[in-house]
């Protein structure tokens, strides 16, 4: 299933290197700002905006691009990512008692692209974390 989402995301997206037969994959790594419940679950979404308004309704009615296991209850990555506009969530029954936590990712300047955090935040029921990885402003540093 996460394969046959990520190949259809690359052909609608059509983002791809500069050899036509390597598209240009990152991967993601973040943290939870609390621990969670062990054998919780973070998922991932494409996102056609990073508006906190599609978020949550791209959470209740869509159904999510892969799912990762959060690691050591407060870590997670996720991998090959195309460039695009995601969202992360955790489901907020996976923190314990009446904490909430929210992903946090990590920016990165990398082969000329960025990922940026565009909010984390939530309700009573997600926390959430929306990110864009898009091409670098010119001149911006990049590491390798």
Do not use: W
């Amino acid at each position: 299933m996460k394969t046959f989402f990520m190949i259809l995301f690359l052909i609608t997206n059509g983002c791809r290197s500069g050899n036509p037969n390597h598209p240009l994959l990152f991967n993601v790594t973040g943290f939870l700002t609390a621990e969670t419940e062990p054998n919780s679950t973070i998922y991932l979404f494409v996102v056609s905006d990073t508006s906190f308004d599609t978020a949550l309704d791209t959470v209740a009615t869509r159904p999510y691009m892969t799912q990762e296991s959060v690691i050591g209850q407060v870590n997670f990555r996720f991998t090959a990512l195309p460039p695009g506009d995601y969202l992360a969530m955790v489901p907020r029954n996976s923190f314990p008692g009446n904490i909430q936590g929210f992903p946090m990712a990590r920016e990165f300047n990398r082969s000329n692209y960025s990922l940026k955090v565009n909010f984390h935040g939530g309700n009573g029921e997600y926390s959430l974390l929306s990110f864009s990885i898009r091409p670098s402003l010119k001149g911006a540093k990049t590491e390798k």
